[in-house]
């Protein structure tokens, strides 16, 4: 993803939405902002593509009426080949995220993230029954870069790499992947800004492109 794509003011948003989100869980910026606890914050569910077919059976027969097409859909998500990561719908009333419990745990981290920002971004998106959410670029960006947000925010990764911490304890830190915390630290230049802040003496400054 290009950061310079999103459109103007996104990322200072973005960051006031994840430092409000750990606000409205009681954490600091330094802490982990579990996926799953930001869910039960905004009333989504989080369920596991292996354990839809159950809540399928037991309680989405009216939405999906035609049982062996939401079979066939469950088994093609569902078959390790496809490499389904994650997506929300809406069943009825209920905003439900879909993730893959057999990727990484870092991994559904990071998906479940991705589509509790386009949420939040209040992306259009498609139920199962219509297939899969229509792929638009500027959406992707905006959630690319919101859900990396959510999970690791700049305020925070700005004090823990000020005291010394390695991208592997940051990625412990906050439950992400090694790849995640790499990226964040050099996608918003902390090393270089930490040299400049220390040299005039001043905190961080969140970017306001």
């Not at 200072?12 to 750990?22: G, M, N, V």
């Not at 990625?171 to 990226?183: C, E, R, V, W």
Request: proline content about 4%.
């Amino acid at each position: 993803m290009k950061p310079n794509s999103l459109r103007k003011g996104f990322k200072p948003q973005a960051e006031s939405i994840s430092l409000d989100l750990r606000s409205r869980l009681n954490l600091k910026a330094t802490d982990a902002c579990p996926a799953r606890q930001v869910a039960h914050l905004l009333q989504i569910q989080v369920v596991s593509i292996q354990m839809l077919r159950k809540i399928a059976e037991q309680h989405l027969t009216i939405e999906f009426p035609n049982s062996a097409h939401l079979d066939t859909s469950l088994k093609t998500l569902e078959n390790r080949d496809t490499q389904f990561s994650a997506m929300a719908t809406i069943i009825g009333e209920h905003r439900i995220i879909i993730f893959n419990e057999l990727n990484s745990i870092a991994r559904q981290e990071s998906d479940i993230m991705h589509e509790l920002a386009h949420v939040i971004c209040e992306h259009p998106g498609n139920c199962l029954s219509q297939k899969l959410r229509k792929y638009d670029p500027q959406h992707e960006n905006e959630a690319i870069w919101l859900g990396a947000t959510i999970q690791i925010p700049e305020a925070g990764l700005f004090q823990l790499v000020r005291e010394g911490r390695t991208n592997q304890q940051i990625a412990d830190n906050y439950g992400s992947s090694l790849q995640m915390a790499t990226y964040r630290r050099n996608i918003l230049g902390i090393d270089i800004r930490i040299s400049r802040s220390n040299k005039s003496t001043t905190g961080p400054v969140i970017n306001k492109a």
